[in-house]
């Protein structure tokens, strides 16, 4: 399927309402999980990519390069829309545009930007700051103007409850949305009453709410959320602590035994082919083959 038309049914499912449960992803093997999971859409973390790439944590060390580089290996992975995290947008204005039209090429079919001071931080971190109103809705109006395909979404995110409080919060993503911003994400609500009141607020525009596994936010069940009228439930990096947890596990049980089979704690040889569709690439080579 080709991009645009991902796009176009991503925004008609968000569109038809009810909440979208969405996984992050660091790299393509988790994006062919989630897809194999059965879930809706996939979210490439910055957290994630950062982590896992460079082995560091959420501090702003990934660029527009390497985010591009992993949408589009994602992109070839799977057919889900992929939400983007691009952080700040890497600069101004321009390089916001810049930074829109070089994912949109790669297959983003959703780019989120924060109103954050570059470097930024994880959204769960102490000591992160917001830059003025002006160029937060500078960076959002460049993004707007910049995408090409109408359907790809724009995710409008606000740091400032941290640091200037949730109704500055509430009214930077209203500004944000007068700025054509497609779905806004009040980033790190500290209490039930506090989520509550996002939708309530931003009546008319999807909302996505974060749910960092011991982070800020307070965590119930999809039906709860969704009741209160939120669009997009972002679990950003449960795959990959479940990952930590598994490596850790699995490297646990090799260096305590010094061997390991498939009855420890690892998938199948024959379940991570799968995974990775290696049936489908053998059909190809015999169809290729002279």
């Known amino acids: 399927m080709l991009n645009h038309e991902i796009n176009r049914q991503f925004r008609d499912r968000l569109n038809k309402g009810g909440a979208v449960l969405l996984p992050g992803a660091a790299n393509a093997l988790a994006a062919r999980v989630i897809e194999d999971m059965g879930f809706e859409a996939v979210y490439l973390s910055g957290a994630g990519l950062t982590n896992t790439y460079l082995g560091k944590p959420?501090?702003?060390?990934?660029?527009?390069?390497?985010?591009?580089?992993?949408t589009a290996t994602i992109r070839d992975a799977t057919q889900l829309p992929i939400?983007?995290?691009?952080?700040t947008g890497f600069?101004?204005?321009?390089?916001?545009?810049?930074?829109?039209?070089?994912?949109?090429?790669?297959?983003?079919?959703?780019?989120q930007l924060e109103d954050q001071v570059t470097p930024k931080r994880c959204g769960h971190f102490s000591g992160k700051d917001v830059?003025?109103?002006?160029?937060?809705?500078?960076?959002?109006?460049?993004?707007?103007?910049?995408?090409?395909?109408?359907?790809?979404l724009i995710v409008a995110r606000t740091d400032a409850r941290a640091t200037r409080g949730y109704q500055e919060a509430l009214d930077r993503a209203?500004?944000?949305?007068?700025?054509?911003?497609?779905?806004?994400?009040?980033?790190?609500?500290?209490?039930?009453?506090?989520?509550?009141?996002?939708?309530?607020?931003?009546?008319?525009?999807p909302q996505l709410l974060n749910l960092v596994v011991g982070g800020k936010t307070p965590i119930?069940?999809?039906a709860e959320f969704e009741e209160m009228g939120f669009a997009?439930?972002?679990?950003?990096?449960?795959?990959?602590?479940?990952?930590?947890?598994?490596?850790?596990?699995?490297?646990?049980?090799?260096?305590?035994?010094?061997?390991?089979?498939?009855?420890g704690p690892v998938a199948s040889f024959s379940e991570r082919q799968r995974v990775v569709q290696k049936d489908f690439y053998d059909e190809l080579e015999k169809r290729y083959a002279l």
């Not at 939400?83 to 952080?87: E, G, I, S, Y």
């Not at 109103?133 to 109408?150: C, F, G, H, W």
């Not at 500004?175 to 309530?200: C, K, L, W």
């Not at 646990?252 to 010094?258: A, E, I, S, V």
């Open 83 to 87: 939400v983007v995290d691009a952080d």
């Open 58 to 70: 959420d501090l702003g060390f990934v660029g527009l390069q390497e985010i591009a580089q992993h």
């Open 91 to 111: 600069g101004n204005a321009l390089n916001v545009r810049h930074t829109i039209r070089t994912l949109e090429r790669a297959g983003a079919s959703a780019v």
């Open 131 to 152: 830059v003025g109103l002006d160029e937060a809705r500078s960076r959002i109006k460049a993004a707007v103007d910049a995408r090409q395909d109408p359907n790809l």
């Open 174 to 205: 209203a500004a944000f949305i007068e700025d054509g911003a497609d779905i806004t994400f009040v980033e790190a609500p500290e209490s039930i009453e506090e989520i509550r009141g996002i939708p309530g607020a931003l009546k008319g525009t």
């Open 220 to 222: 119930m069940p999809l």
């Open 232 to 263: 997009l439930l972002l679990y950003a990096n449960v795959a990959l602590q479940g990952a930590v947890y598994g490596m850790q596990a699995a490297l646990g049980q090799l260096k305590r035994d010094t061997m390991l089979d498939e009855s």
